[in-house]
Nanobody
């Protein structure tokens, strides 16, 4: 059974940091582009960051450039999203998703596999 599981969410003050992880089971991630998406209440799901299977190419939403860093550890079958300088607008449920044999895209409908999401709340 192919599954993705996110972890690392929580409550953090503005300016703080969190590190999200996306772990795969039932398949290996190295053939997949992995995207991080987020969805706040009343808003559409939006792309945050993406990394290709090789790890050579990454993509970021303008709103997180310079603050978030995506990385992957294929040996551990895991992708991470380091989030620094967090703002209240970053509050959302964060999801990771896998897209086989592809470059990065921020089109949620193209992704085949999704995790259940992890809540990130940025508040003082």
């Amino acid at each position: 059974q192919l599954q993705l599981a996110e972890s690392g969410g929580g409550l953090v003050q503005p300016g703080g940091s969190l590190r999200l992880s996306c772990a795969a089971s039932g398949f290996t991630l190295d053939g997949y582009a992995i995207g991080w998406f987020r969805q706040a209440p009343g808003k559409e799901r939006e792309g945050v960051s993406c990394i290709t299977g090789s790890g050579r190419n990454t993509m970021y939403a303008d709103s997180v450039k310079g603050r978030f860093t995506i990385s992957r550890d294929n040996a551990l079958n895991t992708v991470h999203l380091q989030m620094n300088s967090l703002k209240p607008d970053d509050t959302a449920v964060y999801y990771c998703a896998a897209l086989p044999f592809s470059s990065c895209v921020f089109a949620p409908r193209q992704y085949d596999y999704w995790g259940q999401g992890t809540q990130v709340t940025v508040s003082s």
